[in-house]
């Protein structure tokens, strides 16, 4: 499996979620309460703190849908991948008269981006050539569009396929990628909707560093305390995903989350360094569930979830003032989140507005 990356905005926060995809004890405990930039209010401010508020365990009613992350180095959504012969960055796109002499299975096998042009009838082809210009076939492999994937297969229904006419009567069979492709594009390079942000980026590979730099303050992850507040709030209270990095070194995994299970034993005693005002810990022990990505596919894959679900279990301690709400935590295994956010649906507007009409029929 693959992941990926992409800077699309100068904003320190966003930069670092446009970067693309056992636990095992750490060397050093990392204990503390949640600093400035981790502290779980940044997603929302009327989360629950009280443990025995929090439930142990949830699952979305709604299982985010499974895409390709788009690679860049295949050309992102300017990739025609459903031919076996995509030719990716080296195609020419048909003029209105070759396309008026296509057959529908000749035009089904066009990128996404060339459908889009073609529905806004511009045979120019601005957005693919944007997709070409930006991709590369040298960039590397975990490089795309996660950043605009994970949040969009967490606000949308997943599309079908779908037969739409463009206003030259260009009749433009979309498969159920091709309408992802174009929504988790507009998400994440177009719309630019609001996000809310928690954690650091790191910029370190693990690999290539002594030991012990993992623990530097920008790559330490999430606090624990906050990872666990955010996941039982907006999984098991609100119903809601939210997206996470699911690794900690150079590379960015973003994921959407739509599961999680507890099991909590209580610990006797107060850790040195532990947050202030901590006079209870308890051992957590948490499965964190996600969708994963996947080859694009003509048909949707609902139903099929669990060939594209992944879990990591993290083990932490979380720290519990007087009032058992927590206040801190300790990471103790060295797998663990970077970073954590999510992300409003994006609006269709400008050259997007047509995708609404795109997005409704295949939902039909």
Not at 105 to 128: G, M, V
Not at 141 to 169: I, R, S
Request: aromatic share 12%; proline share 6%; with cysteine.
């Amino acid at each position: 499996m693959k992941s990926i990356s992409t800077k699309w905005v100068a904003l320190t926060a966003l930069t670092a979620i446009a970067s693309a995809c056992g636990a095992q004890n750490a060397g050093n405990e990392t204990q503390e309460a949640w600093g400035s930039y981790d502290a779980p209010f940044h997603l929302d401010r009327s989360y629950e703190v009280r443990l025995d508020a929090l439930p142990a365990e949830g699952q979305l009613s709604k299982i985010p849908w499974v895409d390709s992350y788009w690679p860049s180095y295949e050309g992102g959504i300017s990739a025609r991948w459903n031919t076996t012969n995509p030719q990716s960055f080296s195609y020419t796109s048909p003029s209105l008269g070759q396309l008026q002499n296509m057959t529908e299975q000749e035009i089904a096998e066009l990128s996404p981006s060339e459908k889009f042009d073609i529905f806004n009838s511009r045979y120019d082809f601005p957005l693919t050539k944007s997709e070409m210009t930006r991709t590369s076939p040298n960039r590397p492999a975990w490089e795309g569009l996660c950043h605009g994937w994970a949040p969009a297969a967490a606000a949308y229904q997943e599309p079908k396929p779908t037969v739409v006419t463009n206003a030259d009567g260009i009749r433009i069979p979309f498969g159920s990628a091709d309408v992802k492709a174009l929504l988790t594009y507009n998400q994440g390079q177009f719309a630019n909707p609001a996000t809310q942000f928690l954690g650091k980026r790191c910029n370190v590979k693990f690999s290539e560093v002594v030991s012990g730099r993992a623990e530097a303050e920008d790559c330490k992850g999430v606090n624990p305390g906050a990872f666990h507040i955010v996941l039982s709030n907006q999984i098991g209270l609100m119903n809601e995903s939210f997206m996470a990095d699911v690794t900690r070194d150079f590379e960015v995994w973003n994921h959407p989350i739509y599961g999680f299970s507890s099991r909590l034993m209580s610990k006797d005693g107060v850790s040195p360094g532990a947050a202030p005002g901590t006079v209870r810990e308890v051992v957590a022990e948490t499965r964190m569930v996600y969708t994963v990505e996947g080859q694009p596919q003509w048909n949707a894959l609902a139903g099929q979830e669990s060939a594209y679900t992944h879990v990591k279990t993290y083990q932490y301690r979380l720290e519990l003032d007087g009032a058992g709400r927590i206040v801190g935590g300790a990471w103790l295994s060295s797998d663990r989140p970077d970073f954590l956010w999510k992300q409003a649906a994006a609006s269709f507007s400008g050259y997007f507005s047509g995708l609404q009409s795109i997005y409704n029929s295949s939902i039909r």
